[in-house]
């Protein structure tokens, strides 16, 4: 062929193009705006304005595409592509939305499960200023053009041909992704799920972007998500296979009471200064001062925050007091609430809804009626059906009763979104059935008031006013970050007075024997409910709420040297009145006599840790976690967030480790992970099958009390 034939077939070809280009500018333009939406969607959740596995989104945007050559008329195939536009940006906005109000979870298929707790779990709409203007510059930029240009578009040519081409290839890509769908999911193994820490999903939006994901969920939950039991005796054979160990601790609190505390976003940050790890916390007020005025004004916070959190002082300065002063917590409130109480929790589902009337002996209710008849009871200030507590506290966590807002005799906050009830109130109308003088008690309560949103509040009005008079974090209209820290310490006043009501109540309730007679110590002394109680505080999660953790603790990129401080937060154990010899440590300002534990631990070691100091041992297979006072270390996996951590490692898989810290182990942690991933999968199929109902949970406690009366002998 010579030169003109191919300059004349070339020339062909750019006038088809360009004929083809101005018939179907509108879907042109379309796939454009739509890949620049998802794009900035992406951009915004992860930090990345790409995707990896585009192949599901190319398919969604080539629906509209495929349906316009079908329509013959250029007003209707400008409506369709405008309201195909309209449809990606509410679906992407939905899940920025959850995204952001959740602190970072990317949409998995469970969540379906939570639909009807979606408000008060989405508490606020946190709008992501960027991706709505961006789109809605696109968006605006599209309908303008396809208005102006639509004069010079010759009418649309639907020709048989063109139809059959682009159906066959719209077949192709379906059918093309229905292969991928499967190749990703077909490794969703209930008896393996080693795979996942070696696979190439970063957990975020960039991989196959915001629809994507979500149509690669609806897949995995319609046809993926089934869980095999497989062999029923090997999974016995891997329950029962070690026992927990007693550690030095081991029965230093036999027969006490047991209290658990979730409070909710609690961080040390609430009543603490901490230069070095919150330098926007109360440091920041001593920002700008010379040596000698900052140790002066360090002295007077310092004093001043003891006048304004006198209780959780009480326990952070008691030689009774363990301090986990390296526990790390990265789930929502049910998840850690459960892993608190079952020290496990499964992959795929959100158990309260899932499983609400699962028989799970290994609880710590049941676990403690079985051996002792000890009765359990729950409390929120939340409302009765919220994350279906109601029916999962009573039917599988074994709790004898749940008591939420409506039950408790006072009258119910209702302003905003979602209860601000006050703990304070909770525990002074409650009180008297959460710590019974007459019987042993196990008590599980779970706060609220520090909740968030963070914004001003009628019922906490004298805390501000309290801050103020003291000094401490003034408001400030010009510092929107600042006051949303000012609003949460101030709701954490209320839980201080929660705990003070609380220890008091101990402090001056006679510890009573089964007939009601009071009973004396080893010096004459009547002994009180508080010598004899355990009282565990934790939180929940970081404070993520209006990214105040973040700011308190200046980490916003997984660069950071101390990312994982992100994820640090208090748990304190108080054994009675024992005094545990302190370790020296000294906390903060250096005034704490605590026993400090500087060893990673996280929620799923509060379990073990409490059956520990009690004197009871248990089966290690069924617990994530170990006692606080063992030499081993737990490894964190998030289900809310499907990541992998340590106070030193921060991954989704080996492969995408986003934080590493130089002195991590990875051959060390990679086995405890593997360890871990084997423990889950036992627990799915436990959750699945519903393993321990009817004779296999008679077979579970008849083990547990024979292990029990073991040791009970050495």
């Known amino acids: 062929m010579d030169k003109a034939a191919v300059k004349s077939k070339l020339d062909a070809i750019g006038k088809a193009i360009l004929a083809f280009a101005k018939r179907n500018y509108l879907m042109l333009g379309y796939i ?12 915004v959740t992860s930090g990345r304005f790409y995707m990896t596995e585009p192949w599901l989104y190319f398919t969604f945007i080539a629906i509209p595409c495929i349906i316009s050559i079908y329509l013959k008329n250029g007003k209707v195939r400008y409506a369709l592509f405008v309201t195909a536009l309209a449809a990606n940006f509410v679906l992407d906005f939905i899940f920025i939305v959850i995204f952001d109000s959740t602190g970072g979870t990317v ?51 639907s020709t048989k041909s063109a139809m059959i081409i682009t159906s066959a290839v719209l077949a192709f890509c379906i059918g093309a992704d229905a292969m991928l769908l499967y ?25 196959k972007g915001i629809i994507g994901n979500f149509t690669n969920e609806l897949a995995r939950g319609w046809w993926f998500s089934d869980i095999d039991m497989g062999d029923t005796g090997e999974l016995g054979d891997f329950i029962y296979a070690v026992s927990t160990e007693p550690t030095e601790m081991f029965g230093v609190a036999k027969d006490y009471n047991v209290v658990t505390i979730l409070c909710e976003s609690f961080e040390w940050f609430t009543f603490l200064m901490d ?24 002295a007077e916070i310092q004093a001043n925050l003891r006048k304004l959190f006198p209780n959780l002082y009480r326990l952070y300065d008691s030689e009774s007091t363990v301090v986990f002063n390296n526990a790390h917590s990265l789930d929502k409130t049910d998840i850690s609430e459960n892993k608190a109480i079952i020290g496990n929790y499964p992959l795929y589902e959100y158990i309260n809804n899932t499983y609400p009337t699962n028989t799970l002996p290994f609880s710590l209710p049941n676990t403690l009626k079985s051996l002792y008849g000890i009765e359990s009871n729950s409390f929120h200030d939340g409302t009765r059906t919220f994350y279906n507590r109601n029916v999962h506290h009573v039917n599988a966590l074994g709790f004898e009763s749940f008591t939420p807002v409506e039950d408790m005799g006072f009258e119910v906050d209702e302003t905003g979104l979602g209860e601000r009830n006050l703990d304070s109130l909770m525990m002074e109308y409650c009180k008297t059935r959460m710590f019974p003088a007459g019987r042993p008690f196990n008590t599980f309560i779970t706060t609220i008031t520090q909740h968030g949103q963070y914004a ?39 839980l201080d007075k929660a705990v003070g009501i609380m220890l008091d109540y101990l402090d001056n309730t006679d510890y009573l024997d089964s007939d009601g007679n009071p009973v004396t110590g080893a010096d004459g002394k009547r002994l009180k409910l508080a010598d004899r109680t355990i009282v565990t505080m934790y939180g929940d999660h970081n404070c993520y709420y209006q990214g105040v953790s973040n700011y308190v603790k200046d980490i916003y990129s997984f660069d950071a040297i101390n990312y994982t401080e992100l994820y640090r937060v208090p748990v304190m154990m108080k054994i009675g009145t024992k005094n545990l010899g302190g370790n020296n440590h000294g906390g903060v300002d250096g005034t704490s006599n605590a026993y400090f534990i500087e060893k990673f631990t996280c929620v799923v070691d509060i379990m073990p840790t409490i059956l520990d100091v009690l004197g009871i041992r248990g089966f290690k297979n069924l617990m994530h976690g170990v006692s ?70 008679k077979v579970y406690y008849e083990k547990l009390k024979a292990l029990q009366a073991a040791s009970e002998e050495l």
């Open 628 to 697: 606080a006072f063992s030499d081993e270390e737990s490894v964190l996996y998030s289900r809310a967030y499907d990541k992998f951590m340590t106070d030193k490692i921060y991954f989704n898989s080996l492969d995408h480790i986003i934080y590493q810290a130089e002195d991590a182990d990875i051959e060390e942690i990679e086995q405890k992970c593997l360890e871990l991933l084997e423990k889950i999968s036992h627990i799915n199929r436990i959750f699945a099958g519903d393993f321990f109902k009817g004779e296999r949970g």
């Open 183 to 207: 190749f990703d999911n077909y490794q969703n193994n209930a008896n393996d799920l080693s795979f996942r820490l070696y696979r190439n999903e970063t957990g975020t939006y960039s991989n």
């Open 456 to 494: 001003y509040r009628e019922n906490l009005k004298d805390n501000y006013a309290r801050m103020d008079e003291l000094g401490i974090l003034p408001f400030d209209e010009d510092d929107e970050d600042g006051n949303s820290l000012r609003y949460y310490v101030a709701a954490g006043m209320d």
């Open 275 to 298: 230069e070095e790890n919150y330098p926007y916390g109360f440091a920041k007020q001593i920002v700008g001062l010379t040596e000698e005025e900052r140790a002066a004004s360090k």
């Open 107 to 157: 949409f998995d298929y469970a969540m379906f499960g939570l639909r009807n707790d979606a408000m008060m779990i989405v508490e606020s709409l946190p709008i992501s200023f960027t991706f709505v203007f961006v789109s809605g510059i696109i968006i605006s930029v599209y309908c303008t053009l396809g208005v102006m240009l639509k004069k010079y578009m010759p009418e649309p040519n």
């Open 32 to 43: 454009v705006a739509a890949i620049l939406i998802e794009l900035t969607g992406v951009a």
